[in-house]
Structure formats: structure tokens, C-alpha cells
């Protein structure tokens, strides 16, 4: 069974920072792109970064980029989003995702999230 | 950026009355390699968006047979053909042809 654990969610400050990580099990990590998608209180899904299986391609939204990085630990069997400079428009809950074994990424497992809020 | 736009936003259903969702994108969403790039996703109050269909029309796994979707180019359609209690949620449509964009959303409440 395909599971995604996310963790490292919490109240944050703006301008300030987070690791989120997400702890896949269930299927053979290292082949599989992944991804984070955020959705904001009431709202809708916002995808926000991809990586590919072997790290070695990444892509970020506009609104992230420079902002945020998205690596993985092949050997950890992890994936990360380090959160930086921070903004009350960040507030969301960020999704794990993992891709189908496809030449398409596309999201066939969503983990159950974790929230982070931006507030002073 | 591909724009994806969703009607209706939200809709009442009797159960067992069948729904049609709609979702259109500002740019053709068939490849070059011959698939077309639409998904479709349903948000159950409370839990993680889950895959309904990949690629237009194939029903990912376990998805009952009552989801079907269908359309080509920049239109498509997600209907479901009777509706039961365990369906509400909010459907989002996705395409994956230049990045990753989500429609805004459907909300489907049972009356």
C-alpha cells in the first residue's frame, strides 16, 4: 500500500523558515518523480514543485521559485521542501505527491498533508 | 500558463441523479505522443484529493465504473452516472501539459 507521511508543518513567522519532509513507503522510491501541492485555507490546489526520481531535474511555480527547494534522499528514502523567506500567503496545507511511473508526471497518490502558517 | 476554468462551480444532486462536470483549458492539452493530458481528482470533506481518471477517460484503480470521463483538445467533461452519498466533495480538474494546473473546483453536495 502506497503511503505518504508528511511532517515538519507548524507556525512559522514571516520571513521566516521550514523543512517540511514527506516519508514514502509502499513503492520503489528511487524511480518515481514527486511533488508538493499546497492548498490554502478555503481554497483551491496550487502545484508548487516537482523532482524527478533521480533529483536531477526540478521545476518550481513562479510564486515559489527562489523561495523554495524541493530535494530527496534516494537513499533515505525521503523528500524535502525547504521553505525560505516566508509569506502570510504561504499559509496552506503542502501535499506529498508522488507521480505515476509515467513519462507524465501526474499525482496518483496525495499524502494527508501538513499545515503551515504564516503569522507574526 | 494554461488556464483551467470549471463549471459549474457547485451543484445539489439528488442521489442517484446523474452529474456532469465540466472543465476547459486555454490550450490544447493532446501531445505530440498522442495522449491528451487531463486528470481528474476528488476532494472528499476532510481527506486528500484522490485520482478519479488519468489521461481524458481511464479510471484509475478501484474508481467505480459510475465516473467516466471524456472530451479532447481543450474540453472535457467528468460525469458521474448516479449519484450516491459517498461522492460529495469538491472535483478538480488537472492538466499536465506544460507544468501542473488545477481547475478551481466543484463542489457537489447531495440534496
Known amino acids: 500500500e502506497v503511503q505518504l507521511l508528511e511532517s515538519g508543518g507548524g507556525l512559522a513567522q514571516p520571513g521566516g523558515s521550514l523543512r517540511l519532509s514527506c516519508a514514502p513507503s509502499g513503492f520503489t522510491f528511487s524511480i518515481h518523480a514527486m511533488g508538493w501541492v499546497r492548498q490554502a485555507p478555503g481554497k483551491g490546489l496550487e502545484w508548487v514543485l516537482s523532482?524527478?526520481?533521480?533529483?536531477?531535474?526540478?521545476y518550481y511555480a513562479d510564486s515559489v521559485r527562489g523561495r523554495f527547494t524541493i530535494s530527496r534522499d534516494n537513499f533515505k528514502n525521503a523528500l524535502y521542501l525547504q521553505i525560505s523567506s516566508l509569506r502570510v500567503e504561504d499559509t496552506a496545507v503542502y501535499y506529498c505527491?508522488?507521480?505515476?511511473?509515467?513519462?507524465?508526471?501526474?499525482?496518483?497518490?496525495w499524502g494527508q498533508g501538513t499545515l503551515v502558517t504564516v503569522s507574526s | 500558463d494554461i488556464v483551467m476554468t470549471q463549471t459549474p462551480l457547485s451543484l445539489s444532486v439528488t442521489p442517484g441523479q446523474p452529474v456532469s462536470i465540466s472543465c476547459k483549458s486555454s490550450q490544447s492539452l493532446l501531445h505530440s505522443d498522442g495522449k491528451t493530458y487531463l486528470f481528474w481528482y476528488l476532494q472528499k470533506p476532510g481527506q486528500s484529493p484522490q485520482l478519479l481518471i488519468y489521461e481524458v477517460s481511464t479510471r484509475f484503480s478501484g474508481v467505480p465504473d459510475r465516473f467516466s470521463g471524456s472530451g479532447s483538445g481543450t474540453d472535457f467533461t467528468l460525469k458521474i452516472s448516479r449519484v450516491e452519498a459517498e461522492d460529495v466533495g469538491i472535483y478538480y480538474c488537472m492538466q499536465t501539459m506544460y507544468l501542473w494546473t488545477f481547475g478551481q473546483g466543484t463542489k457537489v453536495e447531495i440534496k
Open positions: 505527491v508522488k507521480a505515476a511511473y509515467s513519462p507524465n508526471w501526474y499525482w496518483d497518490y
Open positions: 523532482i524527478s526520481g533521480d533529483g536531477g531535474t526540478a
